[in-house]
């Protein structure tokens, strides 16, 4: 004789555990809403007949049903259960086109766990998704595997949590189409002989551990004191109360009012009102002289600050004095030194200037063209470079103005380089000059906003090439300064400069 294998369909209104209980059974077993609205209305079971005459399933009012209250559901749910006395199997329904896993199914999850209080509770639950399908039809392994990873995570935590136990790894998982629109679903209906197997191999549970769902409740009591003076005597009173302390099977507990059951006064004599008063006057006595000394020291410490104030501004006005004497002789120093400054540039002017009309000037500009154009020849310039890490500034050569060196030209290249890719080649050539420096400066809001090469040799020539880009989204802006000097004969003097 086969085994009977009891299951339990438990889960939301309306997410078809009556017509997977039909699906397992194998004929209509149980009423069918066409609409959200629950059709079951109490606790009940249906066995199967001919091949399923083995299967026993138990069906029950859906969560948050408006026909009544999920407590009263757990209250009849439970009285059936321990009537029947065996159960294999907690198979929770939950419908696959629910984004997230539902807060009322974790609570009365949590509830469920605490009325079967066993241990091993929370491995004889099965999840099954049902409305198992999509627009183009059956679910893919890969869907099924998606939705698992999505919901089985938050299942297991709250059973864990609940029943205090770790569970499986594996927990049993199926998908289901209550309704398919295309003949039988195969692929779900392997799923339910996959999980009737899983069932047949579990022991039944102990049902005669089921907690009532409702709450344990008892009697707390406890006495309050109050305590009164009047005139000679101290009257105590004792009252004692009591509350309804409310355990519940979630773990929480509630608490009812406090709730006067009896009282009791006790008036004695006051044995103590005779050092009160002493006290009181002690202590008066003590703060009148506390009060006295502490103006006294007040009154001293004043007259002491009058003191060391008369004394501070007598040496402020002395140091005052003092710095005065002292602003006077530096001002009159810096008076000297910039009028001996002034007349030592002028001098060395008219010095410069003597010497540039003279012969000697001449052979002295001659000697600093050839210095210059040498340090010109044998000056590093880099071919190529980014405006990276900061870098906006590239140089070769003399880049400053004076006698002989002259800033001859300055080109901009600027686009709105959000636009694309934009590139532009600064060139030029002097006549009778030859280029003795040359700055590359970028302007860029990001690194590696663009970069730029030198096309020939430029120190020591007359011409220039440069070519400068600027890139998509990360863009720059170039300046090229050329400073030059006029063509010299190395061993002549400047005629004409």
Known sequence: MNKT??????????????TLGNQILGFDAFRVSADIKCETKVTFGRKGVGENANLFVIDTPGLQDSAGTDKQHMIQLVQYIKEHKELNAILVVFNYQQVRFPYNIQTMLKLFCNIFPMKEVGNHIAL?????????????????????????????????????????????????????????????????????????????LNVDSIKEPEPDVRIETQDFSEMRIDGEYIIKTIIKKEREVYCHLDGSITYGEWKEKDRKEEKVTNPEIEKIKKLNLDHEQMMQKIQEDNERKIKELNEQNQKLQEKAHEQFLKIAASNKKNDDKIEKLITILTQNKNKRNNDDDDSDDDDLDGSKGK?????????????????????????????????????????????????????????????????????????????????????????WQRKKDVLGTPSYKFYVSSKLWRGCSWKLRIYTMKKMDDTSSNDGY
């Open 128 to 204: 099954i998704f049902t409305n198992s399908f999509t627009r183009r039809g059956q679910l893919t392994p890969e869907l099924k595997h998606s939705k698992i990873e999505k919901v089985l995570p938050e299942f297991k935590r709250v059973i864990e949590e609940a029943s205090g136990t770790k569970i499986n790894n594996n927990i049993t998982t199926g998908f289901v189409d209550i309704d398919p629109e295309e003949g039988i679903d195969d692929n779900g209906k392997m799923d339910l002989e996959r999980i009737i197997t899983w069932a047949s191999f579990l022991p039944n």
């Open 363 to 451: 052979k002295k500009l001659a000697k600093k063209y050839l210095e210059y154009k040498n340090t010109a020849l044998n000056s590093h310039e880099d071919r190529s470079g980014e405006c990276s890490s900061g870098k906006n500034e590239f140089s070769a050569g003399i880049i400053e103005e004076n006698k002989l060196v002259k800033l001859e030209k300055e080109e901009i290249f600027s686009k709105e380089w959000r636009n694309g890719f934009q590139e532009n080649t600064f060139e030029g050539e002097f006549k009778d000059k030859i280029i003795v420096g040359w700055k590359l400066i970028s302007f860029h809001e990001n690194d590696n906003g663009g970069s």
């Open 5 to 18: 294998i009891n299951l339990l369909l438990f889960g939301e209104t309306g997410n078809g555990k009556s």
